[in-house]
């Protein structure tokens, strides 16, 4: 990783003060989990208070999945691969997420619009290391299932695990299927994927 990365990685993390764990799970392939251990080691030494966890235990999909946990909870948050390019800024504004450091908002209705949403939501989020578009769906997506434990976000780079992408048939990036169904996820803020979902899955929200 480049020192300006490194120097992005301190000043972002910087402020932590909840322990958080990196929960790597293993890989089919060795070297896929022995390079994305290395890669989330270097993130955690950043910050004393983020630590790496390893279960070389071969996933269902055959990739490295990285589980961002708050107090060993887990958050939901995950990353499938090493995310690298515009997925770095994604990576570290979910970790930000996670320790609750961008989660206050003086939009109190976006809050409640979110936590009052009651069905469990499985989502994928399918994005490329080079698209912007990508980066700000991923980041609103991951603000989201910060505030609601109901929810649950894949980030998938689709050069990374290009068979899921195939899966579900994803034609373009950013992609997001909610439950197995593709979602228009609007102006890729916050407020638009609430609206999305609530539009969707037809949740209630809480006042007017």
Do not use: W
């Amino acid at each position: 990783m480049g020192r300006d990365n490194l120097e992005e990685i301190r000043m972002q993390l910087a402020g932590i003060d909840k322990q958080l764990t990196l929960f790597v799970k293993g890989a089919i392939e060795t070297q896929s989990l022995d390079a994305a251990v290395a890669f989330m080691n270097e993130i955690a030494a950043a910050s004393p208070s983020i630590t790496v966890r390893v279960d070389d235990t071969a996933t269902e999909d055959g990739y490295a999945i990285t589980e961002i946990c708050r107090e060993d909870i887990p958050t939901g948050v995950m990353f499938y691969g090493i995310p690298v390019g515009k997925e770095l800024s994604v990576f570290l504004q979910a970790i930000r997420n996670a320790a609750g450091l961008d989660l206050v908002t003086s939009d109190d209705k976006l809050r409640e619009r979110i936590i009052d949403l009651k069905r469990p939501m499985d989502i994928y989020t399918f994005v490329s290391y080079d698209c912007d578009s990508c980066a700000k769906v991923a980041k609103a997506l991951d603000t989201v299932v910060c505030l609601n434990p109901l929810f649950s976000n894949r980030v998938i780079d689709i050069q990374a695990a290009p068979h899921i992408a195939r899966d579900f048939n994803v034609q373009s990036v950013p992609a997001v299927y909610a439950n197995g169904d593709l979602l228009d996820t609007g102006n890729e803020s916050p407020s638009a994927v609430a609206t999305a979902l609530v539009s969707k899955f037809g949740a209630t929200l809480t006042g007017p």
